[in-house]
C-alpha cells in the first residue's frame, strides 16, 4: 500500500494484510439513492448542473450522509437492511487493493501506464459531467470486474484521513479521529486533467459533511 516515491502522505510504502470482502462493481447510481430517499423520507441531494441522472454515480451526498453522522446510520444502514448483511464504505487499504485488481504494485488499474481511453476524465478531452457507470467507451474492467476505480468519480472511504504508518498492518482503518474532521477520498474525478492524479495510491481528503459534483462512493460487504 502506498509508494516509496509519491507525495508525502503516500509514503511509507508498506506491507497490508486484508481479510475477504467483497466491492460493488460499479459506484451508487442516483437511481439507488433515489431508492432510499422514497423509502425513508430523506430528501434528494441538490441536482448537479447536468441533473440527477438515473445511471449516473450520485454525487452532491456527504460521508455523513452516506454513513450517518455517528458511522451508524445514513444511507448505508438502508442498504443493509434491504441487503440483509452488513454494507459500507471500504477502507482506504480495501479501495487501493481493489483498485489494483489484486496486481502488487501496479500504479493504475490496468497498468503502469496512464491509457485515457480507460477512464472518464478531463485528459485530452474536457468532460463537464460524470458519465454513467455503464457506457461503451472510457470505460474499464479490471481484474476483480470493478469499473471507475479511477475516473468518473473520486470515492469517500471509511477512514479518517491521516498518515500512514510503516510496517505490517493487518486491516487497516486509518486513524481513530481527524482535527480537522477530513475523511479519505480516493479514485480521480471527470473533471481532472491530469494523468498523475489517477494512479491507485493518490489519496485525497475532504471534511465528513462537505457535498461536491466530483465525489461519490461504492459499498463493500465484508
Known amino acids: 500500500m502506498g509508494s516509496a516515491s509519491g507525495p508525502s502522505d503516500q509514503r511509507p510504502k508498506h506491507t497490508v494484510r486484508l481479510s475477504p470482502f467483497r466491492m460493488g462493481a460499479t459506484p451508487v447510481t442516483v437511481a439507488v439513492w433515489k431508492e432510499y430517499c422514497a423509502a425513508t423520507g430523506t430528501p434528494l441531494p441538490d441536482a448537479p448542473p447536468w441533473g440527477l441522472l438515473d445511471d449516473h454515480p450520485v454525487v452532491h451526498v456527504s460521508w455523513n450522509d452516506i454513513m450517518g453522522i455517528d458511522g451508524k446510520g445514513g444511507f448505508c444502514a438502508w442498504a443493509s437492511d434491504v441487503a440483509g448483511f452488513k454494507l459500507m464504505l471500504p477502507t482506504e ?77 493487518t486491516d487497516p482503518s486509518g486513524p481513530s479521529s ?3 474532521n477530513f475523511r479519505s477520498i480516493r479514485g480521480g474525478s471527470w473533471g481532472i486533467d491530469d494523468p498523475e492524479v489517477f494512479q491507485c495510491s493518490l489519496r485525497f481528503r475532504n471534511i465528513s459533511g462537505s457535498r461536491s459534483p466530483s465525489v461519490g462512493f461504492r459499498l463493500i460487504a465484508g
Open 178 to 180: 481527524s482535527a480537522e
Open 93 to 169: 487499504a480495501q479501495f487501493e487493493y481493489a483498485a489494483r485488481g489484486g496486481r502488487d504494485g501496479q500504479l493504475y488499474p490496468w497498468g503502469n501506464t496512464f491509457d485515457v481511453a480507460k477512464l472518464w476524465c478531463s485528459v485530452m478531452t474536457v468532460r463537464k459531467q460524470t458519465a454513467p457507470v455503464l457506457r461503451p467507451s472510457n470505460i474499464y474492467r479490471n481484474a476483480f470486474g470493478l469499473t471507475d476505480m479511477a475516473g468518473n468519480v473520486l470515492h469517500f472511504c471509511s477512514d479518517w484521513y491521516g498518515p500512514y504508518t510503516s510496517g505490517l498492518q
